[in-house]
């Protein structure tokens, strides 16, 4: 498991409004799992990760794009939208390299052997 906070490793600019955040990659049934975990002030901080805040609705929502793959417990895909109830935790999983390009194959990089070369000792 590798803790972006262990490593010292910065943070993206867009991220800076963001108070709290956690990045994790771990390994699950030889499986590289990302996780990147974020608190906001502010609903408007969350447009920098392309969520949109409805306050007449109490409403988040991520725009729909098939080819990111989306998945959610949490959600509901209306229309073109991913929406999420305002009172409640915002989580789902993007997986958008699963149906990757053929041109774009051979640029692709084992995580597993990269994270071995560079696990903490």
Do not use: C
Not at 3 to 22: C, G
């Amino acid at each position: 498991m590798i803790y972006q906070k262990e490593r010292k490793i910065p943070w993206a600019k867009e991220l800076d409004s963001f108070p709290v955040k956690n990045f994790t990659i771990t390994t699950l049934n030889e499986k590289i799992q990302s996780r990147l975990m974020l608190s906001y002030s502010s609903e408007k901080d969350l447009q920098s990760m392309g969520i949109w805040y409805n306050a007449k609705k109490n409403q988040f929502s991520i725009n729909h794009t098939p080819k990111e793959n989306i998945k959610t417990k949490d959600g509901k895909l209306v229309d073109n939208y991913w929406v999420f109830n305002g009172n409640s935790n915002i989580t789902f999983t993007m997986e958008p390299f699963l149906q990757m390009p053929e041109r774009y194959q051979k640029f692709k990089k084992s995580l597993k052997k990269l994270l071995i070369e560079n696990q903490k000792e």
